[in-house]
């Protein structure tokens, strides 16, 4: 399924602003339908105004969780202030993206 509008401005601002090894954009707007900050860009139903996205970058090296949020909340300040209602991060270096793939899968 190709990306929304406001999904390929986001994969342009944080492939600009943090050189990613890897990203991933899920468009999570699906699941809030009904709710009254649906309808993204357009306003209509089903609109980008939910995302989940994971960003591994070596930018990230050295910081914190919070500054890491803070990078790419600074890079979306537009899209946060209009279009976009929620945004989770996930942010993780390589190294990080890396033990995580690795580590055996827990069990309940």
């Known amino acids: 399924m190709p990306e929304g509008p406001i999904a390929t401005i986001i994969r342009k601002k944080l492939t600009s ?3 990613p090894v ?3 954009i899920e468009d999570d707007s699906g699941r809030h339908a009904g709710h009254h900050h649906e309808g993204g860009m357009d ?3 089903g609109g980008e105004s939910h ?3 994971t960003v591994v970058s070596t930018a990230f090296e050295g ?3 919070v500054q890491r949020q803070r990078a790419v909340n600074d890079l ?3 899209e946060l202030a209009g279009p976009v209602h929620a945004l989770s991060i996930r942010a993780l270096t390589p190294d ?3 033990s995580v ?3 055996p899968a827990r069990t309940p």
């Open 63 to 65: 910081q914190g969780r």
């Open 101 to 103: 793939a690795s580590a």
């Open 22 to 24: 890897r990203l991933e």
């Open 96 to 98: 990080e993206a890396a």
């Open 76 to 78: 979306l300040r537009e």
């Open 43 to 45: 306003g209509k139903a």
């Open 17 to 19: 602003g943090l050189s």
């Open 51 to 53: 995302f989940n996205v």
